[in-house]
T-cell receptor, first 114, second 114 residues
Framework: NAGVTQTPKFQVLKTGQSMTLQCAQD?????MSWYRQDPGMGLRLIHY???????DQGEVPNGYNVSRSTTEDFPLRLLSAAPSQTSVYFC?????????????FGEGSRLTVL | AQSVTQPDIHITVSEGASLELRCNYS??????LFWYVQSPGQGLQLLLK??????LVQGIKGFEAEFKRSQSSFNLRKPSVHWSDAAEYFC????????????FGKGTRLSVIA
């Protein structure tokens, strides 16, 4: 059972480049989300989805796009990377839509924007 | 909206000593409370959760937490810390209402010394 899988684990970008962080879960979870983790800031929610075709913004959505075409996948797109997007990104999923169940996290993707 | 505060950014304890990590939440009704642990270079793992019932909850790795409504707190405790407990600990609060996402505290980093 793979759980939540994120790729790539490490990425270096130049300012203005675009890229997609991939997230896949094999638990048939309805809810998926992306967080960024920065020193002293904890985890901040970027975007989340409560099912295929449904997404919503979190606390820090600017500069990021998401889509949810399947239950399994929830990619995070950076259209024009900026140094402020240097961070560790975590994808997390939960079985149910409502906020009571356990979140399952991927191992993270460390992004550096030069 | 709910919020959560972890007053201690960094705590150092000796191996074998007891541990208490503080967590205070802000929410008008009874929230759903979680503690997650993040080992270096890893994603977050659920330690324990409180939804209702007994206010003292047991988790994995010998951790426990006590919900105190009067103090709006959900402190994490362990009677005897092991070197492998060195990690970052996050408290999180959720509510059973619609799609409201989980809100995380900024985390407490635990160092364990011999």
């Amino acid at each position: 059972n793979a759980g939540v899988t994120q790729t790539p684990k490490f990425q270096v970008l130049k300012t203005g480049q675009s890229m997609t962080l991939q997230c896949a879960q094999d638990m048939n979870h309805e809810y998926m989300s992306w967080y960024r983790q920065d020193p002293g800031m904890g985890l901040r929610l970027i975007h989340y989805s409560v099912g295929a075709g449904i997404t919503d913004q979190g606390e820090v959505p600017n500069g990021y796009n998401v889509s949810r075409s399947t239950t399994e996948d929830f990619p995070l797109r950076l259209l024009s990377a900026a140094p402020s997007q240097t961070s560790v990104y975590f994808c997390a999923s939960r079985r149910d839509r409502v906020g009571t169940g356990e979140l399952f996290f991927g191992e993270g993707s460390r992004l550096t924007v030069l | 909206a709910q919020s959560v505060t972890q007053p201690d950014i960094h705590i150092t304890v000796s191996e074998g000593a007891s541990l208490e990590l503080r967590c205070n939440y802000s929410y008008g009704a009874t929230p759903y409370l979680f503690w997650y642990v993040q080992s270096p270079g890893q994603g977050l793992q659920l330690l324990l959760k409180y939804f209702s019932g007994d206010t003292l909850v047991q988790g994995i790795k010998g951790f426990e937490a006590e919900f105190k409504r009067s103090q709006s707190s959900f402190n994490l405790r362990k009677p005897s810390v092991h070197w492998s407990d060195a990690a970052e600990y996050f408290c999180a609060v959720g509510i059973n209402s619609g799609n409201t996402p989980l809100v995380f505290g900024k985390g407490t980093r635990l160092s364990v010394i011999a």
